[in-house]
């Protein structure tokens, strides 16, 4: 299994401890106990939590982009990660589009798929050149359309079967296409009990985020090769220095 690297072999791309537009975690010593958890009646779903977030998702540093410094960091680690001439992307769990416009900066076709209308209504507004399609990333609504590249950045946390969905993602690259997963594990074991940011987020596996070691795991028997980047160390992409795990997976299919 690869071991993370800084960006030197691969010209080094969410500030996720808050969560890629979660409720902030809260301080290891104020995290209640099992018994303490919030009742799942007084959390909202999973569509109503992200599409609440929507009005405030561009606040953060490392969402919104708006911060000249994170936006070129970001710009960069694209540069790297996609293919140097246009390709056809398609950005699951897009938010409201700040990556998204970067790679369409960039000359690349982009598709972007969110579960939350708020979110893609921004997204349209943000990149009027780009296509955006309320739906499940997990089951993107994109038909038989096939990509060069698949990104996503702290998504697969939310969902409830991320393996079976990876096996969806490489379906629909194109042969010796690319997936460029941005992940991370900002709850580690030692915090205790992950706290439910809606009705059944507990359930979900990567819930708090994924290590590189089990998304690699996960990842490699669907890719011909990948690559894991350290993104720790990178405090212009977040905003702030990060003691926590961050790291993109570049991953290239079979051709």
Same mark, same amino acid.
């Given at each position: 299994m690869p071991e993370p690297t800084e960006a030197t072999e691969m010209p080094e791309m969410p500030d996720q401890t808050e969560l890629p537009d979660q409720t902030e975690l809260p301080d290891q010593t104020e995290l209640p106990d099992q018994t303490e958890l919030p009742d799942q009646t007084?959390?909202?779903?999973?569509?109503?939590?992200?599409?609440?977030?929507?009005?405030?998702?561009?606040? $953060?540093?490392?969402?919104? &982009?708006? %911060?000249?410094?994170?936006?070129?960091?970001?710009? /960069? +680690? @694209? *540069?790297?990660?996609?293919? $140097?001439?246009?390709?056809? &992307?398609? %950005?699951?769990?897009?938010?409201?589009?700040?990556? /998204? +416009? @970067? *790679?369409?900066?960039?000359?690349?076709?982009?598709?972007?798929?969110?579960?939350?209308?708020?979110?893609?209504?921004?997204?349209?507004a943000k990149c009027p050149e780009g296509r955006f399609v309320v739906g499940d990333a997990a089951l993107p609504p994109v038909g038989e359309q096939r990509f060069d590249v698949v990104l996503a950045r702290h998504l697969l946390w939310t969902l409830p079967d991320p393996h079976a969905v990876l096996a969806r993602w490489a379906s629909l690259v194109h042969p010796g296409g690319r997936l460029v997963l941005v992940e991370g594990r900002w709850w580690p074991a030692s915090r205790g009990v992950v706290t439910p940011y809606a009705q059944g987020s507990e359930a979900m596996p990567w819930q708090g985020g994924v290590r590189a070691e089990d998304l690699v795991a996960a990842l490699d028997p669907l890719v011909e090769r990948l690559e894991v980047v350290c993104l720790s160390g990178d405090a212009a992409l977040w905003g702030r220095a990060v003691d926590d795990e961050r790291y993109a997976v570049v991953a290239r299919t079979a051709a």
């Open positions: 007084e959390l909202p779903n999973v569509l109503d939590f992200w599409e609440q977030q929507s009005g405030r998702y561009d606040e $953060e540093v490392d969402h919104g &982009l708006r %911060d000249a410094t994170a936006r070129e960091a970001w710009r /960069s +680690r @694209l *540069a790297q990660w996609l293919p $140097e001439g246009p390709s056809d &992307l398609l %950005d699951l769990g897009c938010g409201t589009g700040s990556l /998204s +416009r @970067l *790679a369409l900066d960039a000359g690349h076709r982009v598709v972007g798929v969110d579960l939350a209308p708020g979110m893609v209504d921004q997204a349209r």
